[in-house]
């Protein structure tokens, strides 16, 4: 008797390609992974308004969903909506507890209106007046894995992101986070898998031990 497949849908980061999974394997006999993708808002959309949109794009049902970063804040929307088997989010947080204190400064200041985004189209302009190699590296990164550059969804995400007001969570919830993650300072977070030396990006960089650590997890109890 043939094993039953399990549909996994992975969810990138805020403005991130679906690129960024380029690197994760499941065994075939046992997983499908679908990609999934940002759209773009509409206006005055919240972000649950929004997860319960974009769920239409998902057609199984009992999935595995992945989210890393804002992709983790969203896929938590969207499984209000849908059977979800496992829910895994990476570099993110579970509720507006675990916001570092400058997200929540720029949600009190409404800070976060001031974001240029429209800067986020000419990537070109910082790479010019890029100093320094870890600088010009991440800039690299960031033309490699960036694939919506649209100042009014950044506006959108980064106010969705910041005022995002989730206090509980599920209690099956998977949580994945890089102990050198500068977004999301780990000391903030709580009930995680710890991936040692792991930085905001570490499904890039740690895609070996998603590699490993992902059957598992998806398959366990």
């Known amino acids: 008797m043939s094993q039953e497949i399990i549909h996994v849908y992975l969810m990138p980061g805020m403005a991130a390609s ?59 929307e969207i499984s209000k909506y849908i059977r979800v088997k496992k829910l895994i989010i990476v570099s993110s947080v579970k509720t507006k507890y675990e916001l570092p204190k400058k997200m929540l400064l720029a949600k009190t200041t409404k800070a976060y209106l001031l974001a240029p985004t429209q800067l986020a189209s000419k990537i070109d302009v910082f790479e010019k007046y890029a100093f320094g190699k870890n600088i010009k590296k991440r800039l690299e990164l960031y033309k490699m894995y960036l694939s919506v550059n649209d100042s009014k969804y950044l506006s959108w995400a980064i106010k969705e992101m910041v005022c995002w007001d989730q206090v509980a969570f599920r209690s099956d919830i ?48």
């Not at 006999?29 to 769920?55: G, M, V």
């Not at 780990?186 to 998603?210: D, L, M, P």
């Open 174 to 221: 998977i949580h994945i986070h890089g102990d050198k993650d500068s977004v999301f300072p780990i000391g903030n977070v709580k009930n995680v898998i710890v991936i040692k030396s792991g930085t905001h990006i570490a499904i890039i960089n740690k895609y070996k031990w998603f590699n490993e650590n992902l059957p598992q997890l998806i398959l366990g109890d």
């Open 18 to 76: 679906p690129k960024i999974f380029e690197y994760i394997k499941l065994p075939e006999n046992q997983f499908k992974i679908h990609l999934l993708e940002w759209i773009i808002p509409l206006n005055n959309e919240t972000i649950s308004d929004y997860a319960f949109r974009f769920s239409k794009n998902i057609k199984h049902a009992d999935i595995a969903l992945l989210g890393v970063s804002f992709g983790g804040v969203l896929v938590q």
